[in-house]
């Protein structure tokens, strides 16, 4: 056998077992080798190096049926430490996790728009020292920075092609901060690393098919396969906030007309709020200084059956919005995210309702449909993701 093919050979063994103890552990080195037909030396000398690059631990005495009882493994979930952050359009947050997502450190910075390249670069980079300023402890283990962008992001080269927020363009992320920090740099879009937060530590573990759907100020999703993001030929996959529902519909930020956001989104349900107010309906917001989506959630749970009704509402579209890429991804499982989701106990039954309406195949209904409980980290976490995955598809030889 070739050097090479040996070396090959070996990676994918250790990816093996890494996997089995990422998904079945505690379980000891003979199970291992048991259930992955791999030989007990086999599996000894590449648990000893996991052991060693402080990938797996071994953990308390399992079971025995008779005889001395074996080790079990785990992954180590402190052995290797990722910075996460979250660039929004109002603010830039950062968090330092450990491998199972427990934050150690988080900082928050504001941004004053308008805002130039520079001083965005510089907020973030200001974060980044923050959070290793305040993580001294955990220096030597960290691996990487994953960034979560909000906008269109070209994942391969690290750049943000249009952040509309900020409206900048062509921002070199990745290159910049790599002339800063000695870690792996990762950036990715928002509601990607969303989809990747869910598969790592939320909802989406056991799923092989997994769209997120984050709905806030925006609408965007993240879809992964088998574990992996698909992000389309140029970076746009997921766009779902742009699908049209109406031609003659409202303007939509992205200059076309009647896209689902204009019906689903935050400033939408706001939209649709202050049109029942001037029609003169019996609303308690007609009171309100500044009608917002909250503002209708906080009416709706006072009673208010305007802002009942415009939820309602609401979760149909969603559920129109969700029966398309149903049809068209067929995934397994959607998890929905985002502010507009606090509502969710308006939105779910209309969503299913229509899921059901309009559903092909039985099969198609029974998608799994289900809010997000990640919380208000959910994108920091994302953009840890991001890094967990690259330590684990190199089986702990990042740093
Ligand atoms: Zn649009």
Redesign the pocket.
């Known amino acids: 056998m070739k050097r090479g093919s040996f070396q090959q050979m070996k990676a994918l063994n250790k990816s093996i077992i890494l996997t089995k103890i990422l998904e079945d552990g505690p379980i000891s080195r003979a199970q291992i080798a048991k259930e992955t037909k791999l030989t007990p030396p086999t599996v000894g000398s590449l648990v000893k190096e996991l052991i060693e690059q402080k990938m797996v631990i071994e953990s308390s005495q399992g079971e025995s049926k008779g005889g001395r009882k074996p080790t079990m493994l785990v992954i180590n979930e402190k052995g290797h430490y990722m910075i996460g952050i979250d660039a929004g359009s109002r603010n830039i947050e950062g968090i330092l996790t450990d491998l199972s997502g427990k934050i150690v450190t988080h900082v928050k910075n504001k941004l004053t728009l308008p805002i130039t390249e520079d001083q965005f670069l510089s907020v973030l980079i200001d974060t980044i020292n923050t959070i290793l300023e305040n993580s001294s402890d955990y220096k030597n283990d960290i691996v990487g920075i994953g960034i979560a962008m909000h906008g269109v992001v070209d994942a391969e080269s690290g750049k943000s092609l249009f952040a509309p927020n900020l409206n900048l363009r062509q921002m070199p992320i990745a290159e910049t901060l790599s002339e800063h920090f000695p870690y792996l740099i990762k950036v990715e879009n928002d509601a990607r690393a969303l989809a990747l937060a869910e598969k790592w530590f939320g909802q989406g573990k056991s799923s092989e098919r997994l769209v997120v759907v984050n709905i806030g100020t925006g609408v965007g999703s993240g879809v992964t396969i088998g574990g992996e993001l698909y992000h389309g030929e140029s970076h746009i996959a997921g766009e779902i ?2 699908m049209t529902i109406d031609l003659d519909g409202e303007q ?5 007309k009647g ?1 689902l ?2 019906f689903i989104s935050g400033p939408a349900i706001a939209k649709r709020a202050i049109n029942q107010i001037n029609l003169g309906e019996q609303t308690s917001l007609a009171e309100v200084d500044e009608v917002t989506a909250l503002k209708v959630f906080e009416a709706a749970e006072a009673g208010d059956l305007v802002a009942k009704e415009i939820l309602h509402q609401t979760g149909t579209y969603i559920g129109v919005g969700l029966i398309n890429l149903i049809h068209t991804l067929n995934p397994s499982q959607i998890v929905l995210t985002g502010g507009v989701t606090n509502a969710k106990d308006y939105l779910l039954p209309n969503i299913e309702a229509a899921i059901n309406e309009r559903a092909l195949t039985r099969k198609a209904k029974q998608t799994i449909i289900s809010v997000s409980e990640l919380g208000e980290h959910s994108t920091a976490l994302g953009a840890v993701a991001l890094i967990i995955g690259e330590l684990f598809a190199t089986n702990g030889t990042l740093s």
């Open positions: 906030g742009h939509c930020t992205c200059g076309n896209c956001q204009t």
